[in-house]
């Protein structure tokens, strides 16, 4: 299995509303990422959980919280977002979180906050 | 700071001719650099990476790319187009130890028959 499987595939939400998008692998991988991309644009980083612990963060605003419950799965709970959060949420996930390795991508969850 | 440039937003070729699509990176250390396909409504998937090993890489579905340090060059080819390979492609550097993927803004690749 060399899935990244994201759920839901698309969202509307309101900007009081609270909503999780959930992310997971089975390909043993231990680190997990998630990017966010605007229409039209490459895909940004937000972060990077290595060994299920918080390695990066982008400096993205603290309405958006992740959270990695374990090796195999990677949630992003929203709350309070704004229009301009509107985009594609991509899950990816690597076997260590080493430099040179390939980023598995899952489909993405198309958001759109109203 | 390590990054990358892509040349031409859009490139259009037709069905059979060769597809050429260039990067450049910027980067004070030896980079670990890549190519990644963007399909509509889809995620990212690796064509090919480059890790200090081989300067010519090859890659899945036909393409290839070769590793240019006088140049600062990792462009990306494949000799015949498909119509199937009309995407998004970007080229990413890798940024410090933890995978940190830098992408260039992207080409959409267009082939008529």
């Known amino acids: 299995d060399t899935e990244v499987t994201q759920t839901p595939k698309h969202l509307v939400m309101g900007m009081t509303n609270k909503k999780s998008l959930k992310c997971e692998q089975h390909m043993g991988h231990r680190a997990m990422y998630w990017y966010k991309q605007k229409a039209k644009k490459p895909p940004e980083l937000m972060f990077v959980?290595?060994?299920?612990?918080?390695?990066i963060n982008e400096s993205v605003p603290s309405r958006f919280s992740p959270e990695c419950p374990n090796s195999s799965l990677l949630n992003l709970h929203l709350h309070a977002l704004q229009p301009e959060d509107s985009a594609l949420y991509l899950c990816?996930?690597?076997?260590?979180?080493?430099?040179?390795?390939?980023?598995?991508f899952g489909s993405g969850t198309q958001l759109s906050v109203l | 700071a390590q990054s990358v440039t892509q040349l031409g937003s859009h490139v259009s070729v037709s069905e059979g001719a060769l597809v050429l699509l260039r990067c450049n990176y910027s980067?004070?250390?030896?980079?670990?650099l890549f190519w990644y396909v963007q399909y509509p409504n889809q995620g990212l998937q690796l064509l090919l990476k480059y890790t200090s090993a081989a300067t010519l890489v090859k890659g899945i579905n036909g393409f290839e790319a070769e590793f240019k340090k006088s140049e600062t060059s990792f462009h990306l080819t494949k000799p015949s187009a498909h119509m199937s390979d009309a995407a998004e492609y970007f080229c990413a550097v890798s940024v410090g130890g933890y995978n940190k993927l830098i992408f260039g803004a992207g080409t959409r690749l267009a082939v008529h028959p």
């Open positions: 990816a996930s690597s076997q260590e979180g080493q430099g040179n390795e390939k980023l598995f």
């Open positions: 959980y290595s060994y299920e612990k918080l390695s």
């Open positions: 980067s004070s250390v030896p980079p670990y």
